[in-house]
């Protein structure tokens, strides 16, 4: 007769921090104590449906498991016993973890059906249930809570390959240039961290990269996207302050993003609190802490700042549009349609200018004097413009190029109104870990507190990418833009 084993209990840690530990089928001698030593055979993934584990128990025992399913979504795997010199015949065992309701708890129920020889039932069933599941929950608890012990410890749980979805660029070119394929994410080094990716952020420069305008930034083939935002699968030696199962978010100037598991320098990563979801951290993270320069330091944004931003009801300028009112300036934006008008209105845009040929220096005069800041993402198309905006000592920031590159300026067109020009980029401005962690937590706080509100959110899947960047060049998106990793 076959007999059965049921368990479960209650973890004290995020659904997330407790998969990540049990989908690896090799990390067991890492936390269970009855585990001496553990290989997976054959040079196979240890998260590989049909990869085999063979290890032996501390009181010598030796046993060889296979992995017979695995799902991410259910959070279940299910395994056989193929061999063991311990007498427990057709073990087939299941792991099944579920979020308790608030959220920072997991349910973890563990169970099995196996036969014995005859007289030994009672004895075998009692060892499954004591010495292996319950002494297990007590064990991984304590792995859990071990802080950097179990940091130190999860390279070599899961130091092999993992398989990824990504989406390459091929050939410069076209939305059509992107192309869904296998990748692999390679176990974390010193100093790295190996994320699993749910949300990724569409930025411009993604466009530009893919078009071939800056090469050696994207050699062939290559993957773009410079931010995502998920949670640690592991982390490599001198990882400091961060487990499996932290959710973060990712922002560095080396592209790579469009992938479903990353790894990247610890160093470009911040944890992102409860009320962050994922798809809004990978939505707002880049924009969000260029809004945050632009204001702040570049712009030196304050009350009765006449600031002029153009596409104003993309993703970066709802961003500025509803931070810079706050700040009490006077926001004029540019947009190519009513819609976007309405949209960029209710983020705080007080004069919406609607023209889709860039032509809006007489309307920014005639409303306001002229503007003492310009926030320009456009590039080419406004270029005259720009200068016939701009009020004396007025500032042009060149953001981007949306329009195409930005023909040289000639200084003497900016001395007759005393004017400035910068052309920046966000990665020097969060060139430190210190420095992003504080813009990061301003744009957290400036969610929280209302000071930006959240933006409409377009989402596509990250096979879809493609369609995410002809949305984009199309001038037709509203906000910003994320693919969806599963
Ligand atoms: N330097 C930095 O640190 C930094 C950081 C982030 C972003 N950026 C730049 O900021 C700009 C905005 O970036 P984003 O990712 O938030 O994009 P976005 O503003 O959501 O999308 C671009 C918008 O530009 C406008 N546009 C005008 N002419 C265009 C054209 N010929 N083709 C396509 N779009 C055109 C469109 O708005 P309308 O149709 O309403 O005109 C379009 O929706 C980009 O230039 C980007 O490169 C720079």
């Known amino acids: 007769m076959l007999q059965k084993v049921v368990r479960s209990t209650i973890i004290d840690a995020p659904i997330e921090r407790v998969w990540a530990v049990l989908r690896d089928f090799n990390s067991h001698d890492q936390w269970h104590a009855v585990v001496e030593a553990s290989r997976i055979e054959a040079g196979r993934r240890s998260d590989e449906v049909g990869c085999v584990r063979s290890f032996t128990l501390k009181d010598g025992n030796r046993i060889r498991e296979q992995l017979l399913t695995l799902s991410d979504t259910e959070h279940r795997s299910t395994y056989c ?23 920072n708890r997991t349910f973890w129920h563990w169970e099995s059906s196996f036969a014995t020889p005859p007289g030994r039932e009672r004895e075998l069933r009692e060892m499954v249930a004591r010495d292996v599941y319950e002494a297990g929950f007590e064990n991984l608890r304590r792995h859990l809570a071990g802080g950097t012990r179990s940091a130190a410890l ?20 076209g939305a059509e240039q ?19 990716q749910r949300a990724i952020g569409v930025n411009f420069i993604d466009v530009y990269l893919r078009r071939g305008w800056i090469p050696a930034m ?48 610890a160093d ?41 931003v153009h596409a104003a009801a993309g993703g970066v300028g709802l961003l500025l549009c509803a931070w810079a009112s706050r700040l009490g300036a006077t926001v004029l934006g540019t947009v190519s ?10 983020h705080g845009c007080a004069h919406p200018i609607v023209t889709r040929e860039a032509r809006f220096a007489e309307v920014v005069q005639r409303l306001a004097g002229g503007a003492d800041v310009i926030v320009d993402g456009i590039g080419d198309a406004a270029r005259e413009e720009n200068l016939a905006a701009l009020a004396p000592r007025g500032h042009w920031i060149s953001l981007g190029q949306a329009s195409g590159p930005l023909a040289p300026i000639d200084p003497d067109a900016l001395l007759a109104k005393s004017a400035s020009f910068s052309r920046p980029v966000v990665f020097h401005y969060v060139a430190t870990a210190a ?34 960047h002809a949305r984009l060049e199309s001038r037709g998106s509203v906000g910003p833009l994320v693919l969806l990793a599963g």
């Open 435 to 468: 420095e992003l962690q504080e813009r990061a937590a301003r744009v957290w706080a400036a969610l929280a507190d209302g000071s930006l509100a959240l933006p409409p959110i377009e989402r596509f899947t990250l096979d879809a990418a493609a369609q995410a």
């Open 178 to 196: 992107l192309e869904p394929a296998a990748g692999e994410a390679r176990a974390p080094g010193p100093g790295e961290v190996r994320i699993r």
């Open 81 to 103: 016993i193929v061999e063991a010199t311990v007498p427990l015949l057709r073990y087939v065992a299941t792991v099944t973890l579920k979020p308790v309701t608030d959220g």
């Open 268 to 308: 470009t990563l911040v944890r992102l609190p409860a009320a962050v979801e994922d798809v809004t951290a990978a939505a707002l993270l880049l924009k969000g802490v260029t809004a945050d320069y632009l204001l702040r330091d570049l712009g030196r944004i304050g009350p009765g700042t006449r600031l002029l």
């Open 154 to 173: 999860a390279p070599a749980a899961s130091g092999v390959p993992i398989a990824t979805r990504e989406v390459r660029v091929q050939r410069y070119g």
């Open 218 to 265: 994207l050699p062939l083939p290559g993957v773009p996207g410079m931010e995502a935002a998920g949670s640690v699968i592991d982390v490599g030696p001198g990882v400091a302050g961060l487990l499996p199962g932290d959710r973060v978010a990712c922002l560095w100037h080396q592209p790579g993003a469009y992938t479903s598991v990353r790894t990247v320098p």
């Open 337 to 346: 349609s009513e819609e976007k008008a309405r949209v960029a209105r209710a």
